[in-house]
């Protein structure tokens, strides 16, 4: 079997698997959660979205903005769906904005791939406004639930497709982060700040039977 790239992966199969059957509508699930509770925000709002892809989660975003900046770390063909979203390569963990100067920050299953997520995690501090908003969706993963959905979704896609990729082995070595470390992360970089967080699809805090947590944090002065 030979190896495909991350980069070859998120720019071809990715985006269709992504789209279709069961994978789908979870993908469609964790997205419409995200814009859900977020509380107020400006009018003229600013977003910044870490680790967009092609820019998947644009279409789910409900509130007004005046901008919306969408991120990756490496060159996408990325096609906006409106004028006021554009695309610019960055490194997570050395985001090169200036302070507090974005009303939210978007970051949709990402943290589990990056070297160092706390990094990450303290860069959306600093680049987010007193008063903003740091939308996380993390996966559950190594949860229960979370392994079965991979097992019966996207791994059973990949072979279906005949795909020259081990989707275990694939999805193992790039989550390098598990759910329980970025939990701890979240609370230490976010201490001095408002942070609500729910778990789908049952409304109680334990990862094992759950496949997502949404995490939404109102940014202290």
């Not at 939210?104 to 995690?121: D, F, G, S």
């Not at 193992?172 to 700040?193: C, E, M, T, W």
């Amino acid at each position: 079997m030979e190896p495909i790239s991350e980069d070859d992966f998120c720019s071809s199969l990715y985006g269709e698997l992504q789209s279709e059957g069961a994978s789908g509508w979870y993908v469609g699930v964790s997205h419409k959660a995200l814009e859900r509770g977020l509380g107020p925000l400006p009018a003229n709002a600013r977003i910044l979205e870490i680790g967009g892809n092609l820019g998947e989660h644009c279409k789910y975003v409900e509130h007004d903005y005046a901008e919306y900046v969408v991120t990756d770390y490496r060159e996408v063909d990325f096609t906006p769906i409106n004028e006021r979203i554009r695309f610019e390569v960055a490194d997570a963990e050395h985001l090169p904005f200036p302070d507090r100067s974005f009303d939210r920050i978007l970051v949709t299953c990402v943290l589990h791939h990056l070297p160092n997520p706390e990094r990450a995690l303290e860069e959306m501090r600093r680049v987010v406004r007193p008063g903003g908003v740091v939308s996380i969706t993390l996966p559950c993963d190594p949860g229960m639930l979370y392994r079965l959905g991979k097992v019966v979704g996207p791994y059973r896609s990949i072979k279906k497709r005949g795909a020259p990729i081990d989707p275990r082995y694939f999805h193992y070595s790039q989550h390098r982060n598990h759910y329980p470390g970025l939990v701890s992360l979240i609370d230490k970089v976010f201490a001095p700040d408002i942070v609500k967080q729910r778990s789908w699809p049952l409304p109680i805090p334990i990862w094992n039977v759950n496949l997502f947590s949404i995490y939404q944090v109102r940014a202290g002065g």
